[in-house]
């Protein structure tokens, strides 16, 4: 009796569970967190891109039928010190001259919010992560567009060095690169990440 009763609410479970994702997609994460960033010298502004090799990535759940689900809450760890811009003495440079004037060797992040725009078939799944970064011991809220087509996710925005009282760091970098710079070391950086969603949909009956 008591094995046909618990086969019966496995039943029931699994029926209720499989309406509530009819006409939904399962969304999970399949691939890896790549943090990429782009720095700009010289007064043309010319632009400086790399990547962090070092992250660490926690994800708030491992699917969702929604990004909401499987982004907001989730953070990551990003150690300065493996910066790769494919230079080793530039990458040397941005360690002691930039990172070491900051006061963790470590950013942070969080994913707090995200606001999705309205979906046009055919078009790339578009709308804004709002993630908190930390660094140099200030946290900023910062706005990140982002664009999701064919399993490929792509989000960036910008932060200022100033707003997280680095001004020593960018002095330091300066200084450090003043000729290969021309005297022009910019404060706004451009940042994102990329990753691979897996979309499991199962068609409305």
């Known amino acids: 009796m008591i094995k046909l009763l618990i086969s019966m609410v496995l039943v029931f479970a699994f029926a209720n569970a499989s309406q509530k994702r009819q006409g939904h997609c399962e969304l999970s994460q399949v691939g890896k967190i790549k943090v990429h960033w782009t720095a700009y010298k010289t007064p043309a ?3 400086v891109g790399g990547v962090f090799d070092d992250v660490t990535y926690r994800s ?99 932060i200022d060095i100033l707003d997280f009282k680095a001004s020593k760091a960018l002095s330091s970098i300066n200084k450090a690169c003043f000729k290969l710079h021309k005297g022009k070391t910019w404060s706004d950086v451009k940042i994102g990440f990329n990753t691979a969603i897996k979309a499991l949909c199962f068609p409305a009956k």
């Open 60 to 158: 708030v759940a491992k699917s969702g039928i929604n990004f909401r689900e499987i982004f907001v809450g989730s953070t990551l760890s990003i150690k300065t010190q493996s910066v790769n811009s494919k230079n080793s003495g530039r990458d040397a440079k941005l360690v002691k001259f930039f990172f070491k004037n900051m006061n963790n060797t470590n950013i942070k992040a969080k994913i707090t919010d995200i606001k999705s725009d309205k979906r046009v078939k055919g078009k790339p799944k578009t709308g804004i992560f709002y993630v908190d970064i930390s660094m140099n011991g200030i946290t900023k809220n910062i706005p990140m567009n982002f664009s999701y087509f064919d399993g490929k996710l792509h989000a960036e925005g910008y």
């Open 45 to 47: 502004k010319l632009p």
